[in-house]
C-alpha cells in the first residue's frame, strides 16, 4: 500500500486524467441504464389457458383442468401447481423456483402439454400465455368513437390497431378487451331443415366445403410456365347464401332457403366502460419480460401517434394508463432525494471544515462515486428503479465518510507540517487511517449480505437496494484511496486549521462532559444499559408488517355481483359506478373491465368487475386531498349501488399479488378439500370468524354456488327405442344452440369466422330447446321432450385447487393496525375451527404475511453468521480481541434509536425497518473502529490511558461528527418527501436516523468509559 499511495501521488496527472475519463464513462452509462418504476416482484411462472366452449366449471376440471395438471406435476424446479376452472375456460399456472430461465421453463410446459393433449376433449387447444409478468401491462387505451359501432371499433382494435403495436421490440403480445368481435352468421331455420329433409351436420359440411380456393399446379408454353388455381373462398354474405346444400331432381337447395346470413357478433366474455362515455373497446400493452419498461412505453406512444393517422377521423386512441407517469415519479423521488441530499452533505461539510478547498475535495468523491457505480450497474446489466436508486440515495451521506477520514486527517497533518513536507505527510496520514477506514467499509458491506439471502418477493425488492449500496460503498473506497489523495496534494492548504466558532465550542463542550464522565464510567455503561432494556419493551410493543405501500396515484376496485349476473347487467351497473365516481374531483378517469379480455390472466366471470381508477396530480388539482380521503368517498357512494361487495387495492399491487399468490387481498384463509358442499360450509364459518378480528374489511369469501344450470337428460331406453344415441342429441345442443365456428372468412388481411347455429327465436327459452326435433333412424323428426328431460341445478361458479387439491378463499384487508398482529389475532380466532375440521380438511393462512415471516425467519439465521464474520474482520482490523469485542458491544445499543424512531413515529417494524437496522449495525461498527483503533495506536506509543482516551476522541470527535451528520442529513430529503415511493424509503431513513443518534452517543461517550474500565482490567497484573 506505500508504494501505490506513493505512486499515486507522484503520477498526479495520469490521476486527474483517469478521473475525468471515469466521470466521462459514468455520464455515458447513466443515459444508457434501463428504467422502471420499481422491481419485477412476479415469480417465474407459466400460465396455461384452455378455452372450452360450453363446459360448465366442474366439466372444465374434471376433463380439462385435472389432465393438465397431472401431466404438469414433477417438472423440474416446480414449487407450486394451482388451477381455477370456470365454466368455458380453464387456467392453470405452473410457479418454478426463483431463478429458473423461463424459456426453459415454458420448455418443459410445452413438452408436457403435447402428451396432454391426448386426454383432453376434441377441440380444445391449451396455450401458453405471453412471456410477461405481474409488471407487464404497461400501456393501456380505449378506442372510441360517436359513430361507429362496437364491433367496427373492435375490428379496428384487432385489425389496423393490435397489428402495429405487436412488432415493437420489448411487446409480448397486445390483448383486447371489450365490444364485439365480428363475425359471419348462418342462422338456420329448424323447419326448413326438415321441409328438405336435411340435418345440420349436412349445413355444416356444405359450408366447410365451400370455402377453399384450388391448386392446380401450371401450364408450359414455350419457355413459360404459368400456375392455375380455381378461386371458391367466400368473400360475401351472398356467397354464403348461394351455397349448394343439397340437389333434389335437379334443383337445388341453397343455404338461403334453409337460414339467413348476416353479419353476427361472437359470444364475449367481457366487457368495457369508461367514465361517462358508456362501453369502449380496450388494449392493453403486454411487455415481454425482463424488457426495458420505458423505452417500450417510449416506442409505444411513438407508435401510438402514427397509428392515430391511420384510424378514421371519427375514431380517438385515448391513453389511459401510462406506466411512464410512475416511472417517472418514483424515479423523480430518488433522483430528488439523491441531490437534495448531497446538498444537505455539502451544507454540513463547510460548516465543519470551514475551508472551501478542504469542503471540496470531499465533496468531488460523491458525484465520482455514484458514476462509478453507474458504470458498474451497467457493467452488470442492473435497472435503475425505485429500489436501486434508493440505494444510491441511501448511501449518499455514507459515501462521503471514507474521503472524509482521508482528508480530515491529511488536513490534521498539513497544519503542522510545511509546504517541503506537503508529499510526506500527506502519505502518513493517508497510510495511518488506510488501514481501519478500509475495515469500516469492508464491515459495513459484508453486513449487507444478509440481503442477498432474501427469497421471494422481499428479495427481488430489496436485493437491488443492497447491490447499488455494496457497489457504491465499493466506489467510495475506491475514491479514497485512489483519489482523494492526489486530491489532497492539489487542493488542500498548509497550515492551521480553520474552523468556525460553534464546531470549536462543540468540541471544547464534548472534551469537558467526557471528561466529567470518565470519573464515573461504570455509571455510564449502567445507564447505557438501562436505555437499552427500555428500548427492548418499546420494541415489544411494535406491530409488524411486510412492507409499505407504494403509492402508484391510483385505485384498483374488485366488484363481486352474484353469481348468475349476465354480463349486459354488470356492464350497465360498470357504467353507472363509473359516472358516479367521476363526480369525486381527485379522480381523473374510471375504467371498468367486467369479466375476463381475450388473453385471460385473470379469468373472471361476468359478475366481477375490475375498476381501474386514475387520480390527478397536485399539478392537476392544487387542492387534491389525501388518497385516503379519496378512498373513504369511493365507500361511501359505492354504498349506493345494492348487490356488490368491494375490495380495494392498486392496479399494479392487485396484478401482482394474484400472479404470485392467486390472492387479491392482504390476508387469506384458505381451506382444502375434497367436497365443494363441505368447503362452502367451512369458508361460511371462516368469514364470520375473520369478519370479527379487530383490523378486518373487505372480508370476503370466494363465490361458490349460485350458478344455474340446465341439464337435459336423455332416457338412453327411450332414444334406443328411435335409433338414437347420446352422441345425436349432444351434437344438437352443441351446434344448434352453442354454435360452431366451421370455417373463416377473408377480408383482405382481416378473418373473421363463419359461425353456424339455429336461428335465435327458436332456442331462446328451454321450452323452445325441448321442442328442436332430431331425425331418427326412420327418418322422422321427434322433439326434444320425447325422450329427454330438463332440470334446473345449481353449479359452482369457479373450482380452485393448489397442488392437486381443491380449494376455497376467504379473504380481506387490514386497517388501522399491524398487520402480524392481525395475523396472530386471526390465527386465534381460526383454532376452535381448525380443530373440528373433518379428516381431509384444513386450513393455510396466505397473503402478505407469508413474506414478511419468511424474511424474517432468514434474517435471524443469517445476521448472527454476519455478526460473526465481523467479529473476525474486527479482530484482524484492531489486533486485539478485546477491542473488537468492545467496538460489537455499541451495537445492541445502535439499535435504541431506531427502535424508538419507530415507535415516535407510530410506524410498524416492516422488512423496510429490519433492512435499516442491519445498515445501521455497519455504520455503528464504522465509527466505533475508528475510535478504538486510534485509542489503541496512542496507547501503543507510549501515552498513559486516561491521556490516550481524552486525546484519541479529542482528535477524532470531528471525523465522527462529521461522518454521522453526512449520513443523518443525507437521509433526511428520503424521511420528509411525500412523493411516489416515499413510502418504502421512509422507515429505512426513519430507522437509520434514529440509531444514529443513539449510536454516535454511545460511541462518543459509552465506548470510551468502557474502554476504560476493559484496559484497566488489563492492565492489572494480579487480574491477567
Known amino acids: 500500500m506505500n ?74 424446479d416446480v414449487i407450486q401447481v394451482r388451477s381455477v376452472s370456470k365454466s368455458e375456460i380453464s387456467q392453470v399456472v405452473i410457479i418454478f423456483k426463483d431463478g429458473t430461465d423461463i424459456y426453459f421453463a415454458r420448455q418443459q410446459v410445452f413438452e408436457r402439454l403435447s402428451e396432454a393433449k391426448e386426454d383432453l376433449p376434441e377441440g380444445c387447444v391449451p396455450e401458453m400465455t405471453p412471456i410477461s409478468t405481474g409488471l407487464g401491462e404497461i400501456y393501456q387505451y380505449t378506442l372510441e368513437s360517436d359513430e361507429l359501432s362496437l364491433t367496427e371499433l373492435r375490428s379496428l382494435q384487432d385489425w389496423v390497431v393490435a397489428p402495429q403495436l405487436r412488432p415493437i421490440q420489448g411487446v409480448a403480445e397486445i390483448n383486447s378487451f371489450g365490444g364485439f368481435v365480428k363475425q359471419y352468421a348462418v342462422n338456420v331455420d329448424p323447419v326448413a331443415l326438415e321441409k328438405y329433409e336435411l340435418e345440420l351436420r349436412t349445413v355444416i359440411e356444405a359450408l366447410e366445403n365451400n370455402n377453399a380456393n384450388g391448386g392446380g399446379a401450371f401450364v408450359v408454353k414455350d419457355w413459360q410456365q404459368t400456375f392455375i388455381r380455381s378461386l371458391g373462398l367466400l368473400e360475401s354474405i351472398e356467397d354464403i347464401e348461394n351455397i349448394v346444400v343439397k340437389s333434389e331432381g335437379g334443383v337445388p337447395v341453397l343455404v338461403k332457403n334453409i337460414a339467413t346470413v348476416e353479419y353476427g357478433k361472437q359470444q364475449r366474455q367481457g366487457g368495457v366502460t369508461r367514465d361517462d362515455r358508456g362501453e369502449v373497446v380496450a388494449g392493453m400493452v403486454i411487455m415481454l419480460k425482463d424488457a426495458n419498461s420505458k423505452t417500450v412505453v417510449d416506442n409505444v406512444k411513438e407508435r401510438v401517434k402514427v397509428i392515430q393517422n391511420t384510424l378514421p377521423k371519427n375514431v380517438k386512441l385515448d391513453t389511459f394508463y401510462d406506466r411512464t407517469s410512475l416511472i417517472q415519479a418514483c424515479i ?88 517541503k513536507n506537503r508529499l510526506l505527510a500527506i502519505k502518513e496520514s493517508v497510510l495511518e487511517v488506510i488501514r481501519p477506514v478500509t475495515f469500516s467499509v469492508f464491515i459495513v458491506s459484508l453486513i449487507l449480505i444478509p440481503l442477498f439471502t432474501l427469497q421471494g418477493m422481499e428479495g427481488k425488492m430489496f436485493i437491488p437496494l443492497a447491490q447499488t449500496m455494496l457497489i457504491s460503498m465499493a466506489a467510495s473506497l475506491l475514491m479514497a484511496i485512489f483519489i482523494a489523495p492526489s486530491l489532497c496534494h492539489i487542493l488542500l492548504p498548509v497550515g492551521k486549521e480553520s474552523e468556525f466558532f460553534f464546531t470549536k465550542y462543540f468540541n471544547n463542550l464534548y472534551e469537558s462532559t467526557l471528561k466529567l464522565l470518565l470519573k464515573f464510567p461504570r455509571t455510564v455503561v449502567g445507564l447505557s444499559c438501562l436505555l437499552l432494556v427500555w428500548a427492548a419493551v418499546l420494541a415489544t410493543g411494535l406491530g409488524t408488517d411486510f412492507m409499505p405501500d407504494l403509492d402508484e396515484n391510483a385505485i ?35 375504467v371498468g373491465k367486467t369479466g375476463r ?137 352443441e351446434t344448434a344452440v352453442g354454435g360452431k365456428d366451421v370455417s373463416t372468412v377473408i377480408e383482405g388481411q382481416r378473418r373473421f369466422s363463419l359461425f353456424v347455429r339455429f336461428a335465435e327465436d327458436t332456442r331462446k327459452t328451454m321450452a323452445q330447446i325441448m321442442e328442436l326435433r332430431v331425425k331418427t333412424a326412420m327418418g322422422q323428426y321427434i322433439p326434444l321432450r320425447t325422450f329427454a328431460n330438463v332440470k334446473e341445478i345449481e353449479v359452482p361458479i369457479e373450482i380452485k385447487r393448489e397442488n392437486g387439491i381443491r380449494s376455497l378463499i376467504v379473504e380481506g384487508n387490514v386497517t388501522n393496525r399491524d398487520l402480524g398482529g392481525f395475523v396472530a389475532d386471526l390465527q386465534a380466532a381460526l383454532k376452535p375451527l381448525e380443530e373440528k375440521l373433518p379428516t381431509g380438511y384444513r386450513i393455510a393462512l396466505g397473503g402478505q404475511f407469508e413474506n414478511q415471516q419468511r424474511a424474517m425467519k432468514q434474517l435471524a439465521i443469517v445476521v448472527p453468521i454476519v455478526l460473526l464474520l465481523i467479529l473476525v474482520l474486527l479482530v484482524m482490523a484492531l489486533g486485539k480481541l478485546r477491542d473488537a469485542l468492545l467496538v460489537i458491544s455499541i451495537l445492541p445499543f445502535a439499535l435504541v434509536g431506531g427502535v424508538v424512531a419507530l415507535w415516535g413515529w407510530n410506524m410498524t417494524f416492516s422488512v423496510s425497518a429490519a433492512i435499516a437496522f442491519i445498515v445501521l449495525l455497519g455504520i455503528a461498527v464504522q465509527d466505533g473502529v475508528l475510535l478504538v483503533s486510534f485509542m489503541r495506536q496512542l496507547i501503543d506509543e507510549g501515552e498513559e490511558l486516561s491521556t490516550a482516551v481524552n486525546k484519541g476522541c479529542a482528535l477524532r470527535f470531528r471525523a465522527i461528527l462529521m461522518t454521522t451528520l453526512t449520513t443523518f442529513i443525507g437521509h433526511v430529503p428520503m424521511l420528509l418527501s411525500t412523493s411516489a415511493g416515499a413510502d418504502i424509503q421512509q422507515p429505512l431513513a426513519l430507522v437509520v436516523n434514529g440509531g444514529l443518534v443513539s449510536s454516535t452517543l454511545l460511541t462518543l461517550y459509552f ?16 487480574e491477567n
Open 597 to 733: 379480455a381475450e388473453i385471460s390472466e385473470d379469468p373472471m366471470g361476468p359478475e366481477q368487475t375490475d375498476f381501474v381508477i386514475m387520480l390527478k396530480t397536485k399539478e392537476e388539482l392544487p387542492n387534491l386531498r389525501s388518497k385516503a380521503v379519496v378512498i373513504e368517498e369511493v365507500r361511501k357512494l359505492l354504498a349506493q349501488v345494492p348487490g356488490l361487495r368491494h375490495s380495494f387495492s392498486q392496479p399494479i399491487a392487485l396484478r401482482v399479488n394474484e400472479l404470485i399468490s392467486g390472492i387479491k387481498s392482504s390476508v387469506a384463509i384458505k381451506i382444502f378439500g375434497d367436497d365443494l358442499d363441505k368447503l362452502a360450509e367451512i369458508a361460511q364459518e371462516a368469514t364470520s370468524i375473520m369478519a370479527t378480528v379487530e383490523g378486518a374489511y373487505d372480508v370476503k369469501a370466494a363465490q361458490l354456488a349460485g350458478m344455474q344450470q340446465f341439464d337435459i337428460e336423455v332416457d338412453k331406453k327411450v332414444a334406443a327405442s328411435y335409433g338414437l344415441n347420446v352422441s345425436e342429441v349432444n351434437e344438437l345442443i
Open 556 to 590: 384498483a376496485i374488485n366488484s363481486v355481483r352474484l353469481p348468475n349476473a349476465s354480463l349486459a347487467g354488470s356492464v350497465k351497473t360498470a357504467d353507472e359506478i363509473g359516472r358516479i365516481l367521476r363526480t369525486i374531483p381527485e379522480i381523473k378517469t374510471v
Open 332 to 419: 423523480a423521488t430518488v433522483v430528488d432525494a439523491i441531490g437534495e441530499g448531497a446538498l444537505c452533505v455539502i451544507l454540513v461539510l463547510f460548516l465543519f471544515l470551514a475551508e472551501f478547498r478542504t469542503a471540496l475535495t470531499v465533496l468531488l468523491s460523491i458525484p465520482l462515486t455514484f458514476l462509478v457505480s453507474f458504470i458498474i450497474m451497467d457493467f452488470t446489466s442492473m435497472s435503475s428503479n425505485l429500489m436501486s436508486l434508493g440505494g444510491l440515495a441511501f448511501s449518499v451521506g455514507m459515501v462521503v465518510d471514507a474521503t472524509i477520514v482521508v482528508t480530515e486527517n491529511a488536513r490534521r497533518h498539513l497544519a503542522n507540517s510545511d509546504k
Open 3 to 76: 508504494n501505490i499511495i506513493d505512486f499515486l501521488l507522484k503520477q498526479r496527472v495520469f490521476v486527474l486524467i483517469m478521473t475525468i475519463l471515469i466521470g466521462a464513462a459514468g455520464l455515458y452509462s447513466w443515459h444508457s441504464l434501463p428504467i422502471d418504476a420499481f422491481p419485477d416482484v412476479t415469480n417465474v411462472q407459466v400460465m396455461i389457458l384452455t378455452k372450452v366452449p360450453g363446459f360448465t366449471s366442474i366439466d372444465v376440471e374434471q376433463r380439462v383442468t385435472f389432465p393438465i395438471e397431472q401431466r404438469m406435476s414433477g417438472l423440474t
Open 1007 to 1022: 465506548l470510551p468509559a468502557l474502554f476504560t474500565i476493559t484496559e484497566k482490567y488489563f492492565s492489572n497484573p494480579k
